[in-house]
């Protein structure tokens, strides 16, 4: 594994490569996670695929030029990340490319087929937050109020940690969401990021009609993976969705939300070998 970046306008940008395959695959990790997130999948599908992991955008090395508060409230577009995209791949000498996501990088990897449809080969979305966010991503960062309340919130430390656990015991969030976010909120900057991460990202919410026409009209191979007792993304949120997709299958993995293990591995690696 080599890490490297590259940089533009919006940001520079760090990343790992791993693996040593022809075809190309863009990952996108969970929140709270780094671009080493997919390194598992070396072992098994390594000699097929190249995997290029992003640190995402307020996440350990990837820095945005401008990551001052209002230029956080502003916001991204859907077609800024697409252009961030295609300048990189142009960087890389990238035709082509897969995609996949897990969680929160849900969301960038299905803007990316929103906009790129063309390029994509494949979509793998597992607890896929991007098909339906639950109700507090959407109050926190699209509502004015809510995203108020939670720039407040994210710089009082005994604030957040307090709303966290009145979100368990509410059951908005289960132990292991709880003990993600926990961890990640022990320093102003983690504070900031939290905040960040639910603001600049909020115009990433899935078109499920235009994401449902770039799959289909392009044929891109689909695949949905979920933990059966993933209280957060359960299966049932992504029924009448991949119910349409033509070239979709899915994944019930024995898992909680945190997947990403040796099964997930062996039941992906079962349909893309």
Not at 60 to 87: R, Y
Not at 180 to 197: D, K, P, S, V
Not at 265 to 271: I, Y
Request: net charge positive; glycine share 6%; aromatic share 14%.
């Amino acid at each position: 594994m080599t890490d490297h970046y590259f940089e533009n306008d919006l940001a520079n940008l760090h990343y790992y490569k791993f693996g040593s395959g022809k075809q190309v695959m863009l990952s996108f990790h969970g929140y709270g996670m780094h671009g080493k997130q997919f390194k598992l999948l070396e072992s098994a599908l390594g000699d097929k695929y190249t995997f290029i992991g992003f640190d995402l955008f307020f996440h350990k090395e990837t820095k945005l030029k401008d990551q001052s508060l209002p230029a956080v409230k502003e916001g991204i577009s859907k077609k800024q990340f697409a252009n961030f995209i295609l300048d990189f791949c142009r960087h890389e000498g990238i035709e082509r490319f897969s995609v996949i996501g897990y969680s929160m990088g849900t969301h960038y990897a299905t803007v990316v087929v929103e906009e790129l449809a063309t390029m994509v080969d494949e979509c793998i979305i597992a607890a896929p937050s991007s098909l339906n966010p639950g109700k507090l991503i959407p109050f926190f960062s699209k509502n004015k109020t809510g995203n108020k309340i939670l720039e407040k919130l994210a710089l009082n430390e005994t604030t957040l940690i307090r709303m966290l656990k009145l979100f368990k015991r509410l059951r908005l969030i289960d132990a292991e969401a709880y003990k993600i976010l926990y961890g990640e909120i022990g320093t102003a900057e983690l504070r900031f990021n939290f905040y960040a991460c639910f603001t600049y990202l909020r115009f990433f919410e899935t078109d499920e009609v235009r994401l449902l026409k770039a799959l289909n009209e392009q044929n891109i191979k689909s695949i949905f993976i979920f933990g059966k007792r993933d209280k957060a993304f359960p299966p049932g949120i992504g029924k009448e969705f991949i119910a349409k997709v033509n070239n979709a299958s899915v994944i019930v993995l024995n898992e909680g939300h945190e997947m990403i293990k040796r099964d997930f591995v062996a039941r992906l690696s079962d349909l893309l070998l």
